[in-house]
C-alpha cells in the first residue's frame, strides 16, 4: 500500500526470557500505539499477529538473552534484515537475570549439565552485544517506559 | 471420509504467551498422534532460589513469567509467609486484592482483545481491523490501561511489581489519586460489557466432558479459600500436591499434572464454574443473562469467563477504593526463620502452588505447580478431539489441513496457555 511507503517497518522479537519487557511493551503502547502507528508498521510481533514478515526491518526491538544454539542464529537473521538493532531490557543488554545459570556454583552447573546438552544450550548465556552488533540500548527489568518513548521515536522520524 | 495421510506442523505458534510448536500426525485419514511441544528454553529457577535470602525470591519469582508476574510475586510471598508464620494486616490483605485485579485486568484484556478476537473476526491482528471498527482498538488500549493503572497505584508497577512485599506493602497508597482512577475504571466499564456481550455472542463450542478445579474464594478475590473441583473433591491449599500427578511430554521442555489420575482444566472457566455466587453483587446484576452461560463444558466459555472476571476486578476494584481508608502500616514480621509452607493463589490462568523450605533464613527447596501445565494434559485431548471430527467431517484432504491448524490453534487461545510458566519446575525433585 502507497501509504505505507514511508512507514518504519518495526520488529519485537523474544529471545529467552519471561517477554516482560515486550509484555511491558503493549501497556505503553496503550498511551502510544495510535501515535505511533501512523509512523511504523509493526511487522512482526508473535504476541499480536501471526502473519509475519522478517525481511528489510527498519528497527528490530530484541528481549531475552542468547541461551541456545538456537537463539544465536535467530538473533543472526534478525541482525542481518534490519538496519537498527535495539536491546530491549536488562536481559539482552547483560545477560541477567534471564542467564542466571551464569553465575551458578559448580556443583548447580553440574546438575543442570545434562539439560544443557540435551536441548542444544550454550556454554554461557550471552548477551545481544556479546554475538552481533547492537545499535541501541534501553535498560529496565522490565524496560524504563520514560527510555524505551525517548529511545524508540528516534528512530521513527 | 476421505483417506489421507497429512503431517501438520506448526511451528511457533502466534498470540499465545511464550513459545511452542504443534505437530499432528494423521495416517490413513486417522488421528494418529497430537505433540504439544513447549519450546521455552528453561532458565533454571529451581536452582537459582536455592540459598537465596526468602525476602529478594519473590522478586526473583517473579521473573518467571512477564505477563503474570503479579501472580508468581503475591504466591511466593504467600509461602514465605505461611512457612514462617508472619500473619499480614487487614489492610495488606485488600491491597493484595487490588493488585490481584489489577493483573487479572490487564492480563485477561490482553488475552481477549490481542489473541483472541482477531479469531473471532477473520483478521490477523486486531491492528487491522476495518476502519468501521477501530473503536474496539482504543477500547483494548482504555480497559488495559485501567488494569495498568491500578497496579502503578498499589504495587508500583504492573510487571515486577516492587512495592509487594513479605509482610506487606512498601509504599502507601496516594489518597489524591484514588477518584482519578475510581473514574478511569468506572468509565471502561461499558467496554467491558462489550467485551461480555462479544464472548456471549461466539458461536464456537468445544464440549468434552472434563473435571474443573479451583480454589474457591468467599469474595471471588482470587487469594484464599478452599480448592474444589467440579467431581466433588473439597481440599485444603497445602494438601493440594498430594492430588497430582506428574506426567511427561514428549519433546517439550515442561511437563503435564493429572488431579486424581484424571485430566483436568483450571483458570477462569474454572472458576465460574465452581464459585460465580461470589462474584461482585454489581456483576451479578449487570450480567445476570451472562452468568446463566455457568456450568459450562463447553472450552470457548473460558474466554466469557475471563471477560466476566474483567467486570468483577473492576466492580470489586471501585468499592475498596471507594471505602478508602488506607493508612501507613509497619510489614508484619516473621515469627521463626525456618520451616516449610505452601502458598496457594489463583493465578490469571489457574491456580498456582508455591511449595518452600526455608532454613535460617534462606530458601531451601521450592517447588511450584503452573496453571498451564496442569491444562496441557486437557488441551491435548481437545485438540485430538477437534482433528479427529475434522477428519470424520468429509472435507477434502486439501481443505482439511487448514481446517485443522485454524481450529487447534483457536482452541490453544482458549486456554491461553503461558509457555513462559510452563516451562519451569519440570523436574520433580522430592529429596531434601
Redesign the interface.
Known amino acids: 500500500m502507497a501509504e505505507n511507503q514511508n512507514k518504519k517497518r518495526v520488529g519485537v522479537f523474544s529471545l529467552t526470557c519471561d517477554e516482560g519487557c515486550s509484555i511491558y511493551l503493549t501497556e505503553i503502547f496503550n498511551r502510544k500505539l495510535v501515535e505511533w502507528l501512523d509512523k511504523m508498521e509493526l511487522v512482526y510481533f508473535l504476541s499480536v499477529k501471526n502473519k509475519t514478515d522478517f525481511s528489510n526491518l527498519d528497527v528490530a526491538l530484541v528481549e531475552g538473552v542468547v541461551t541456545s544454539q538456537k537463539d544465536k542464529e535467530e538473533l543472526e537473521k534478525i541482525r542481518n534484515s534490519t538496519k537498527i538493532l535495539i536491546a530491549m531490557g536488562t536481559c539482552a543488554m547483560s545477560a541477567l537475570p534471564s542467564g542466571q545459570r551464569n553465575t551458578f556454583t559448580p556443583e548447580q552447573k553440574e546438575e543442570i549439565r545434562e539439560h544443557l546438552e540435551m536441548y542444544g544450550f550454550l556454554p554461557q548465556a550471552l548477551a545481544l552485544k556479546e554475538v552481533v552488533k547492537v545499535d541501541d540500548e534501553i535498560p529496565g527489568c522490565p524496560v524504563s517506559e520514560e527510555i524505551f518513548v525517548k529511545t524508540f521515536e528516534k528512530y521513527l522520524d | 471420509m476421505h483417506s489421507c495421510d497429512l503431517d501438520i506442523e506448526i511451528n511457533?505458534l502466534?498470540?499465545i504467551?511464550?513459545?511452542a510448536d504443534l505437530d499432528i500426525r494423521i495416517r490413513n485419514g486417522k488421528l494418529e498422534d497430537v505433540t504439544l511441544k513447549v519450546m521455552?528454553?528453561?532458565?533454571?529457577f529451581n536452582?537459582?532460589v536455592?540459598g537465596k535470602p526468602y525476602a529478594s525470591v519473590p522478586q526473583?519469582v517473579s521473573?518467571?513469567?512477564?505477563?503474570c508476574?503479579i501472580a508468581h510475586l503475591t504466591a511466593c510471598i504467600e509461602a514465605v509467609e505461611k512457612t514462617l508464620g508472619v500473619a499480614p494486616s487487614e489492610q495488606t490483605m485488600l491491597l493484595r486484592k487490588l493488585t490481584m485485579y489489577s493483573l487479572m485486568i490487564?492480563d485477561h484484556a490482553?488475552h481477549l482483545y490481542?489473541?483472541v478476537l482477531?479469531d473471532l473476526l477473520g483478521i490477523?491482528?486486531?491492528?487491522?481491523l476495518a476502519d468501521g471498527k477501530k473503536e474496539l482498538?482504543?477500547e483494548a488500549?482504555?480497559v488495559?490501561?485501567a488494569g495498568?493503572n491500578l497496579s502503578k497505584l498499589v504495587a508500583g508497577?504492573?510487571?515486577?511489581a516492587p512495592y509487594e512485599q513479605v509482610g506487606g506493602f512498601s509504599h502507601e497508597i496516594d489518597p489524591s489519586r484514588i477518584p482519578i482512577l475510581v473514574s478511569e475504571l468506572r468509565k471502561v466499564r461499558p467496554s467491558v460489557l462489550k467485551l461480555i456481550d462479544i464472548f456471549y455472542r461466539c458461536p464456537w463450542k468445544l464440549k468434552r466432558k472434563t473435571n474443573f478445579v479451583a480454589i474457591v474464594t468467599p469474595d471471588f478475590s482470587f487469594l484464599e479459600g478452599k480448592i474444589r473441583s467440579t467431581n466433588g473433591a473439597v481440599i485444603e491449599e497445602r494438601d493440594y500436591w498430594n492430588h497430582l500427578h506428574n506426567v511427561v511430554l514428549p519433546y517439550s521442555?515442561a511437563s503435564g499434572f493429572q488431579f486424581e489420575g484424571k485430566e483436568y482444566m483450571v483458570g477462569a472457566l474454572a472458576r465460574l464454574n465452581l464459585n460465580k455466587e461470589s462474584l461482585h453483587s454489581n456483576t451479578k446484576r449487570d450480567a445476570a443473562k451472562y452468568l446463566t452461560v455457568f456450568p459450562s463444558d463447553n472450552i470457548y466459555h473460558n474466554n466469557l469467563a475471563q471477560a466476566l472476571e474483567i467486570l468483577h476486578s473492576l466492580d470489586h476494584s471501585v468499592e475498596l477504593l471507594s471505602a478508602g481508608g488506607f493508612k501507613k502500616e509497619d510489614p508484619a514480621k516473621p515469627v521463626k526463620q525456618s520451616g516449610e509452607g505452601v502458598g496457594a493463589i489463583e493465578a490469571p490462568r489457574g491456580t498456582l502452588y508455591y511449595w518452600m523450605a526455608i532454613d535460617q533464613g534462606r530458601v531451601r527447596y521450592l517447588n511450584l505447580v503452573i496453571p498451564t501445565a496442569q491444562n496441557l494434559v486437557n488441551l491435548r485431548e481437545d485438540i485430538k478431539k477437534i482433528v479427529e471430527g475434522a477428519c470424520a467431517s468429509g472435507v477434502f484432504p486439501d481443505e482439511l489441513e487448514e481446517k485443522i491448524r485454524r481450529e487447534a490453534e483457536k482452541i490453544i487461545r482458549a486456554y491461553d496457555p503461558c509457555m513462559?510458566c510452563a516451562s519451569h519446575f519440570l523436574r520433580v525433585n522430592l529429596k531434601f
Open positions: 511457533k502466534s498470540k504467551e511464550g513459545h521455552e528454553n528453561v532458565r533454571f536452582q537459582a536455592r526473583l521473573r518467571i513469567c512477564g505477563t508476574s490487564r490482553l490481542f489473541f482477531p490477523d491482528s486486531i491492528l487491522d482498538i482504543h488500549l482504555h488495559k490501561e495498568n508497577r504492573a510487571v515486577h521442555q513462559s
